[in-house]
């Protein structure tokens, strides 16, 4: 349902969020091996959220990424679009280019109502949520093998 790439970039962000609460600055290669993503491609990812305001950075020897303190919480779906654009849970669910409520492929009347729970979900639930989870331990850590 998401992209990788979006995958991985929520997965960074909830990390960053996780560790960077007492003003730590983190590195590519700790967020990268954390997350199970190769470190070229989660450069490119932090590049992206950075560019949308999603995320700070320093340069230098004491710099990384970080997220500011007085920040608001991010929705889940703000990542998403930053990543994979305006639409992102898509348009069809079989990937079909001209589906929609007068020419519905066959999947589109039941996946719409579940299309509007997770897109509810998603902008409802915050980065800040899924990071307090971690630190509360009410999910798994970190350091996940990738499928």
């Keep these: 349902m998401l992209s990788k790439t979006c995958e991985y ?29 190769p470190e070229h491609f989660t450069a490119k990812i932090l590049q992206t959220l950075s560019r949308q305001g999603i995320i700070s950075s320093t340069k230098g020897p ?5 997220v ?7 929705p889940i779906i703000n990542v998403m679009i930053a990543i994979d654009g305006p639409k992102p849970l ?14 519905p492929c066959p999947l589109h009347d ?17 980065i800040q949520d899924l990071a307090a989870d971690v630190a509360d331990g009410k999910v798994i850590k970190f350091t996940l093998e990738t499928n």
Excluded at 23 to 31: P, Q, V
Excluded at 90 to 103: A, P, Y
Excluded at 110 to 126: C, D, E, P
């Design 68 to 74: 500011e303190k007085d920040t608001a919480p991010i």
């Design 90 to 103: 898509g348009t069809c669910v079989l990937g079909l280019k001209e589906c929609n409520d007068l020419q």
């Design 110 to 126: 039941s996946y719409k109502g579940i299309k509007q729970s997770l897109f509810t979900l998603f902008s409802t639930k915050t």
């Design 9 to 37: 970039a929520i997965r960074a962000l909830i990390y960053i969020v996780y560790k960077s609460g007492d003003g730590n600055k983190l590195g590519i290669k700790d967020i990268a091996k954390e997350i199970g993503s």
């Design 62 to 66: 004491n710099g990384g990424f970080y």
